[in-house]
């Protein structure tokens, strides 16, 4: 209690301050170096995990969040107008995987600047796209300097691919093989030396050259006769590189035998040529020694259709005492060299 005049002046002087105090404080704006904005923050449904990683960011730098879900009836856009003439500085709208960011023109509640960002539903990168959504908030509101926030690209989808395996190389081979021939006509067996020459025309598919040359003659009649034979024809080899493989042929071969001989009545030796043309079918194994050799065995049947026939030389009659190719067939085996 005041008591005496002392204490009544006591008493008004302290109305007075008090009164001027309070005027001051009307007069005075309040402190807005640091304001708090307010975000609001819209969901398809409240406990949408994607705003609340939104909401939980937002608050740790010190923005001012009010939560609400979307009502089907309103719209989104009259929704969020209706959250800018309410005072909100920026509203954000998350939908699970996607936010949708509306920012106002200043003083007004249109919109100027609008931004999309969005992640694909099973990447697992929601949160990144929350702190994406944030720091463009926080640029976009001027509350930090920085370079603009790009948007968040959809995430590469990986793609399971085979390894393409490389073209196999071209191949071509040579080899040398030696063996027997043997045709039906009347001459007999005859060892016989072989060079073939095979290259690969496509997939499977080869082509061959091969030749034959006599080691030994056939003795018939005081006639010697020797035969050679030479063509080429299509190939087909599956898989050469294994380490036993199968290859097989058919084509042509140009028959030549020599016959070399002596007449008993006249004692003159005389030579002659015939010539014919055969149909072959080959097959072949071989085996693999190394990358580039191989062993190899060839079995060769074949048929003239224009035999070569061998005649006796220097008598009257000139009878034909022999012939070649009518079927004939060949064994052969050698060394494969592979390029």
Same mark, same amino acid.
């Given at each position: 209690?005041?008591?005496?005049?002392?204490?009544?002046?006591? @008493?008004?002087?302290?109305?007075?301050?008090?009164?001027?105090?309070? %005027?001051?404080? /009307?007069?005075?704006? $309040?402190?807005?170096s640091?304001?708090? $904005?307010?975000?609001?923050?819209?969901?398809? !449904?409240?406990?949408?995990?994607?705003?609340?990683?939104?909401?939980?960011?937002?608050?740790?730098?010190?923005?001012?969040?009010?939560?609400?879900?979307?009502?089907?009836?309103?719209?989104?856009?009259?929704?969020?107008?209706?959250?800018?003439?309410?005072?909100?500085?920026?509203?954000?709208?998350?939908?699970?995987?996607?936010?949708?960011?509306?920012?106002?023109? %200043?003083?007004?509640?249109?919109?100027?600047?609008?931004?999309?960002?969005?992640?694909?539903?099973?990447?697992?990168?929601?949160?990144?796209?929350a702190?994406?959504?944030?720091?463009?908030?926080?640029?976009?509101?001027?509350?930090?300097?920085? $370079?603009p926030?790009?948007?968040?690209?959809?995430?590469?989808? @990986?793609?399971?691919?085979?390894?393409?395996?490389?073209?196999?190389?071209?191949?071509?081979?040579?080899?040398?093989?030696?063996g027997?021939?043997?045709?039906?006509?009347?001459?007999?067996?005859?060892?016989?030396?072989?060079?073939?020459?095979?290259?690969?025309?496509?997939?499977?598919?080869?082509?061959?050259?091969?030749?034959?040359?006599?080691?030994?003659?056939?003795?018939?009649?005081?006639?010697?006769?020797?035969?050679?034979?030479?063509?080429?024809?299509l190939?087909?080899?599956?898989?050469?590189?294994?380490?036993?493989?199968?290859? %097989?042929?058919?084509?042509?071969?140009?028959?030549f !035998?020599?016959?070399?001989?002596?007449?008993?009545a006249?004692?003159?030796?005389?030579?002659?040529?015939?010539?014919?043309?055969?149909?072959?079918?080959?097959?072949?194994?071989?085996?693999?020694?190394?990358?580039?050799?191989?062993?190899?065995?060839?079995?060769?049947?074949?048929?003239?259709? /224009?035999?070569? !026939?061998?005649?006796?030389?220097?008598?009257?009659?000139?009878?034909?005492?022999?012939?070649?190719?009518?079927?004939?067939?060949?064994?052969?085996?050698?060394?494969e060299?592979?390029?």
């Amino acid at each position: 209690m005041i008591c005496g005049r002392g204490g009544a002046r006591a @008493a008004v002087a302290l109305v007075l301050l008090a009164a001027a105090g309070s %005027a001051r404080a /009307q007069l005075e704006p $309040p402190d807005a170096s640091n304001p708090k $904005p307010r975000v609001a923050l819209l969901s398809t !449904v409240p406990d949408d995990p994607l705003a609340g990683r939104i909401e939980a960011e937002l608050r740790a730098v010190g923005v001012e969040v009010s939560r609400a879900v979307l009502l089907p009836a309103t719209g989104i856009e009259a929704q969020v107008r209706a959250e800018l003439r309410s005072g909100a500085r920026a509203v954000v709208v998350a939908d699970g995987h996607r936010t949708d960011v509306w920012i106002p023109q %200043a003083g007004s509640d249109r919109v100027g600047l609008r931004q999309d960002l969005e992640v694909d539903d099973t990447s697992g990168l929601q949160a990144v796209l929350a702190l994406r959504t944030v720091e463009f908030l926080r640029i976009s509101l001027g509350l930090v300097s920085g $370079p603009p926030v790009v948007p968040l690209p959809a995430p590469p989808i @990986a793609r399971a691919t085979m390894p393409v395996a490389p073209a196999p190389e071209r191949w071509m081979t040579i080899d040398a093989s030696s063996g027997v021939v043997a045709g039906a006509g009347g001459l007999g067996a005859m060892a016989v030396v072989g060079i073939s020459l095979r290259a690969q025309l496509a997939g499977l598919i080869g082509a061959e050259l091969l030749g034959y040359a006599p080691l030994s003659e056939s003795q018939l009649s005081e006639v010697r006769t020797s035969v050679w034979l030479v063509g080429g024809g299509l190939v087909l080899a599956p898989r050469a590189d294994r380490r036993v493989s199968f290859d %097989a042929a058919l084509g042509t071969l140009a028959i030549f !035998v020599r016959s070399t001989g002596t007449s008993n009545a006249q004692q003159i030796g005389s030579t002659a040529q015939e010539t014919g043309v055969a149909l072959y079918a080959r097959s072949a194994a071989r085996f693999r020694l190394a990358q580039r050799l191989a062993l190899r065995i060839d079995l060769l049947a074949g048929a003239a259709i /224009q035999r070569p !026939v061998i005649s006796a030389m220097g008598t009257a009659d000139n009878r034909d005492i022999a012939s070649f190719g009518t079927a004939f067939a060949a064994g052969l085996g050698g060394a494969e060299v592979r390029f």
